[in-house]
């Protein structure tokens, strides 16, 4: 195994848009650190990796994800849409302001509590999976708890660990709480491409949907999809669900690459 590790994902959103970037920022805040240029989440254990944050001033007009390995060495995605291809989602939903979701949690009692993961969703047409997934799982297979979902769709996992776990020191204890996880989507329902955050909140879904009702709703995952307004190229979606003390690593167990 390497002894190099991933030791931080950043989600870059562009400085163009610094206003909205900073209302999300701050309303995360409860989650994590708040600095001038990213929000830092703060992971479940402090020894674990990567670290997960939110740029927020990115030189670039799109947004994109770095992947920084601790010997400073930096790959990149963009989050956009690579294929050619036009395809509207077949879901109905209304985009809510930051604003609006806020002054929501507030009158109905919902609370932030945790946050299991954030990742992307890049838009795929074709068999497989998108190719920049494909290269990340090369290239970050070694340097991290990488994982495929177990039942075979494609939505690729990373875990965070720590050092002597990912590079093979130690076995991989499934029984830790592993949070956040960042996850890597291929998706073919639509072309816009998908900036997910999975939060969990003090009240059951039967509460929280019911103030929702142009969300996404999931019974099936008992969570829904609040997708924002903003001004990026992409949909930024936060995954509300009932939060647990427990965690749900221990289902990766056997699949990591």
């Known amino acids: 195994m390497a002894t190099d590790f991933l030791e931080k994902i950043t989600i870059n959103l562009s400085r163009n848009h610094a206003g909205f970037n ?3 920022a701050s309303w995360l805040a409860v989650l994590g650190r708040k600095k001038p240029l990213a929000l830092d989440l703060i992971p479940s254990d402090p020894s674990f990796y990567p670290r997960l944050a939110i740029g927020l001033q990115s030189g670039h007009s799109g947004v994109g ?7 400073g060495e ?6 956009e849409n690579s294929t050619g291809m036009q395809k509207q989602s077949p879901h109905s939903y209304k985009p809510l302001g930051i604003e609006e979701v806020a002054g929501r949690f507030t009158a109905a009692g919902i609370q932030l509590a945790g946050i299991d993961h954030v990742g992307f969703n890049l838009p795929w047409f074709a068999p497989g999976i998108h190719p920049c997934i494909l290269q990340l799982r090369e290239q970050m297979a070694p340097v991290c708890l990488y994982h495929r979902y177990p039942s075979g769709e494609p939505w ?3 875990l965070p660990g720590d050092p002597d776990e990912i590079t093979g020191h130690r076995a991989v204890d499934y029984n830790r ?7 890597l989507v291929s998706f073919e329902k639509a072309s816009k491409p998908l900036i997910q955050i999975d939060l969990g909140v003090n009240l059951r ?10 969300a996404l709703v999931d019974p099936a995952f008992r969570n829904i999809w609040i997708f924002l307004e903003n001004p990026h190229p992409v949909d930024i979606c936060l995954v509300i669900n009932e939060y647990s003390e427990g965690d749900w690593s221990g289902f990766f167990n056997g699949y990591r690459l």
């Open 177 to 183: 709480i592993r949070r956040p996880k960042f996850e």
């Open 65 to 71: 994800v770095d992947f920084l390995l601790s010997n």
């Open 205 to 214: 879904f039967e509460r929280f949907a019911e103030w929702f009702p142009e």
């Open 22 to 24: 900073n209302q999300l």
């Open 156 to 158: 690729d996992f990373i």
């Open 74 to 79: 930096i790959d990149s995605v963009r989050v």
